[in-house]
């Protein structure tokens, strides 16, 4: 387990039962924080008898409790941020760099975590940023352009993608939306339309006409925007980009007149 350095101020009840003893299976125990004092208070339960130790205000088992982060591994996330309770006050400036925040950005939450309220915008940014979106995969028609004549641009991936994953707090919806840029690899560069990958001949929309024979190298650069919606919150998140290349030859072609 890989401890983060940084310390929670949010104080949220963490409420364990469990037997005490085998010899006194009719007893149990109840550990919780109060939210105001932050106190860890034990509370045993005894053969209908209720007795609860506060501990006071001073540090130690009964003093004041705080959540701490930790990273560890999970079956299902990969890895996910839990929390641990320990004595003492929490730090009221720990995160004031937003380092929980840039955390949880990359790393989901733990299920039950205990983490307090974890804002739906930081799990949504952080499953975004590690979503495989589609490298484009450029093929022209004809695969040998020629001088003179338009080449056209198929992108060679899916510019409107829908993301789902389950989350903490829900499923999380991230629709996205690629545009794609293209370096014809003679100097020229055009964009295409948001959403749309091109075409074939005759009808393709990203077309471009060579002035001279020669190789290649064309690069397709797809710009991605989404917006995502979890726990009744919606927004947009940042842009990401994926790049793609082929190499090609472009041909000339001369008329040769025979008498």
């Known amino acids: 387990m890989i401890r983060v350095g940084v310390a ?22 109840q550990h919780e924080v109060d939210q105001i004092s932050g106190a860890y208070v034990t ?4 053969h209908g008898r209720t007795e609860k130790d506060d501990g006071g205000a001073g540090p130690g088992p009964g003093g004041p409790s705080h959540l701490e982060p930790r990273l560890r591994a999970d079956d299902d996330l990969g890895a996910c941020l839990d929390s641990v309770r320990v004595p003492g006050p929490p730090d009221p400036h720990a995160n004031d760099l937003g380092v929980l925040d840039s955390i949880l950005a990359v790393v989901p939450p733990c299920p039950a975590a205990g983490l307090g309220r974890v804002r739906p915008v930081t799990v949504a940014t952080g499953f975004w940023a590690r979503t495989p979106l589609a490298k484009p995969e450029p093929v022209i028609d004809p695969h040998e352009p020629v001088t003179g004549r338009d080449a056209f641009l198929v992108v060679g991936a899916d ?46 929309a990203i077309r471009h006409v060579y002035e001279r024979r020669g190789p290649v190298t064309l690069t397709v650069t797809v710009t991605w925007r989404a917006t995502w919606s979890l726990a009744g919150e919606s927004g947009s998140l940042p842009s990401l980009r994926t790049t793609g290349r ?10 040769v007149l025979t008498g």
């Not at 509370?43 to 005894?46: A, L, R, S």
């Open 8 to 29: 929670l101020a949010t104080i949220v009840a963490v409420v364990v039962t469990s037997a005490v003893r085998p010899a006194e299976a009719a007893c149990s125990t």
């Open 43 to 46: 509370t045993v339960v005894c």
């Open 246 to 255: 082929v190499a090609l030859t472009v041909r000339e072609v001369q008329a």
């Open 159 to 204: 510019l409107r993608p829908t993301i789902r994953h389950d989350t903490p707090l829900g499923p999380l919806v991230i629709s996205a939306v690629g545009q794609p840029s293209v370096a014809w690899g003679d100097g020229s560069v055009s964009s295409g339309e948001p959403g749309k990958e091109g075409g074939v001949h005759p009808d393709g």
